[in-house]
């Protein structure tokens, strides 16, 4: 299968702050990413849908100029958190949809836990 | 909007013993992908399973296989011959045209 890499793995900032995180696909190139949020004990929840050389797509309830999203190249999209308060601390998840064999299959990437004091 | 709905919050099975986790799913659409994925305390996603919904012959991947009631808009799967490392939150997932959604998730617990 496919992997997909998230940078930082780990970040803590205060509040005001923002914070950067990558998402990237190691072995394979990838128009559509998508990035989830998961609360502690809850499920994955989608907040946008990154393709490559356009505007993300934001699902509703999403602070699109707080959640900052860019998808610049086929391997590489970026999620900043702008103005990071407590209440963004959770866990980010990224996810890079396959092709060929693996098509509509989404692979990824192992998270980054975002604290904000 | 397209729902899915897990209505285990809590599974327990023994070591070596079968269990059955339950998802039920609404859409109107016609084609579109299910999937089980496994997550453990690592929080990395795992797929476990995937089915097409045009094809009618459920998925199976080695002690992991699904009963996939289309009509019902059911997608269950059986998970055979249990062992300590399948415990872990499992997600039910329906995904079509760049929209998933996920359950809110089965906790399993395997008892040796």
């Known amino acids: 299968g496919a992997v997909v890499s998230q940078h930082p793995s780990r970040v803590i900032c205060k509040s005001g702050t923002s914070v950067k995180i990558e998402c990237r696909s190691l072995d394979f190139q990838a128009t559509t990413m998508f990035w989830y949020r998961q609360f502690p004990k809850q499920s994955l929840m989608l907040m946008a849908t990154s393709n490559e050389g356009s505007k993300a797509t934001y699902e509703q309830g999403v602070e699109k100029d707080k959640f900052l999203i860019n998808h610049a190249s086929l391997t590489l999209s970026t999620l900043t958190v702008t103005s990071a308060h407590p209440e963004d601390s959770s866990f980010y998840i990224c996810?890079?949809?396959?092709?060929?064999?693996?098509?509509?299959?989404?692979?990824f990437g192992p998270g980054t836990r975002l604290t904000v004091l | 909007a397209q729902t899915v709905t897990q209505s285990q919050p809590e599974m327990s099975v023994q070591e070596a013993e079968t269990v059955t986790l339950s998802c039920t799913y609404d859409?109107?659409?016609?084609?579109?992908?299910l999937f089980w994925y496994k997550q453990p305390p690592s929080r990395q996603m795992i797929l476990v399973i995937r089915?097409?919904?045009?094809?009618?012959q459920n998925a199976t991947e080695n002690r992991f296989s699904v009963n996939f009631q289309k009509a019902a808009k059911s997608f269950s799967l059986k998970i055979s011959d249990s062992q300590l490392g399948d415990a872990a939150m499992y997600f039910c997932?329906?995904?079509?045209?760049?929209?998933?959604?996920f359950g809110a998730g089965t906790r399993l617990t395997v008892k040796p």
């Open positions: 997932a329906y995904f079509n045209n760049n929209d998933m959604r």
């Open positions: 089915q097409e919904a045009y094809k009618q």
């Open positions: 859409t109107s659409e016609s084609d579109y992908y």
């Open positions: 996810s890079a949809l396959g092709a060929g064999a693996f098509y509509n299959e989404q692979f």
